[in-house]
Nanobody, 116 residues
Framework: QVQLVESGGGLVQPGGSLRLSCSAS????????MAWYRQAPGKQRELVAG????????NYADSVKGRFTVSRDNARNTLYLQMNSLKPEDTAVYYC?????????WGQGTQVTVSS
């Protein structure tokens, strides 16, 4: 089982930027497509961005296209999410996990709050 640890969240003003990181235990990380998800209060968890195992293919939710960039470093077993032009509606707990049908145990997530 892979353990996931998300970090990098915080409080930021609208229009600001944050870079999230997701550290995964085990080298199995590099053979999985990965994704960032988020869950806002009272809402279901939603997929924000995905990336193929090699990093060459990415996809994004319409709500974040052009503002967020997902990347990965397989040598470091780490997934990243660069978030620019943040909006209050981006406020949520952000999680990472694999893109497969069987997600690993969810980490604790990292809180992102966009507010003036």
């Amino acid at each position: 089982q892979v353990q996931l640890v998300e970090s990098g969240g915080g409080l930021v003003q609208p229009g600001g930027s944050l870079r999230l990181s997701c550290s995964a235990s085990g080298s199995i990380f590099k053979i999985y497509g990965m994704a960032w998800y988020r869950q806002a209060p009272g809402k279901q968890r939603e997929l924000v961005a995905g990336i193929s195992s090699g990093g060459g293919i990415t996809n994004y939710a319409d709500s974040v296209k052009g503002r967020f960039t997902v990347s990965r470093d397989n040598a470091r077993n780490t997934l990243y999410l660069q978030m620019n032009s943040l909006k209050p509606e981006d406020t949520a707990v952000y999680y990472c996990n694999n893109r497969g049908a069987r997600p690993w145990d969810w980490g604790q997530g990292t809180q992102v709050t966009v507010s003036s």
